[in-house]
């Protein structure tokens, strides 16, 4: 008895099915990366615990009241007169500030009842005017 192999093809490799699914995935991983949005603003959220709060010696504070009315004070705490009580009056005011200097921490001072649309309006506003470091301000909780 003589066993002997069968000669085997060479295992050949497609070339082209290779090449075309290697352009799919590039098509893939292009078309899935313009999706990602990476925000520039660093928004610090307030936590409310019971840890002592820091002052700040230099800011910009911004008020907003449960009406949507804006109110701008200095690093020098004296308060700034806004062009109009509008997104663009906002920004003006925002981008006299800023180009002192765009370091200033931003506080926002938001009343409880105050709606959403006007806090996201004010974070957008301060963005585009070039403030990179924006905090909200809370109450301290109170001590029992």
């Known amino acids: 008895m003589e066993f002997r192999r069968k000669s085997r093809l060479p295992a050949d490799v497609g070339l ?25 603003l660093k928004i610090n959220l307030p936590q409310a615990g019971g840890g002592e709060m820091q002052a700040q010696a230099k800011a910009v504070n911004l008020y907003i009241d449960a ?12 308060n700034l ?9 906002l920004k003006t005011a925002l981008g ?7 370091q200033l921490p ?3 001072n938001a009343d409880g009842m ?10 957008d506003a301060a963005g585009q005017q070039g403030f990179k470091q924006i905090t ?6 109170e001590k029992k």
Do not use: W
Not at 23 to 38: G, K, S
Not at 81 to 89: C, I, K, S, V
Not at 114 to 123: D, E, K, M, N
């Open 16 to 40: 082209i099915p290779m090449i075309d699914v290697l352009l799919v995935l590039l098509f893939f991983f292009m078309v899935a990366t313009t999706f990602r949005h990476n925000s520039n």
């Open 114 to 123: 105050t709606p959403h649309r006007f806090v996201v309006g004010a974070l």
């Open 67 to 78: 009406g949507g009315v804006y109110a701008l004070s200095g690093e020098n705490g004296k």
């Open 96 to 102: 006299q500030l800023s180009a002192a200097d765009r």
């Open 106 to 108: 931003l506080i926002i």
């Open 136 to 141: 909200f301000a809370i109450n301290p909780p």
């Open 81 to 89: 007169e806004l062009p109009a009580q509008t997104m663009e009056g």
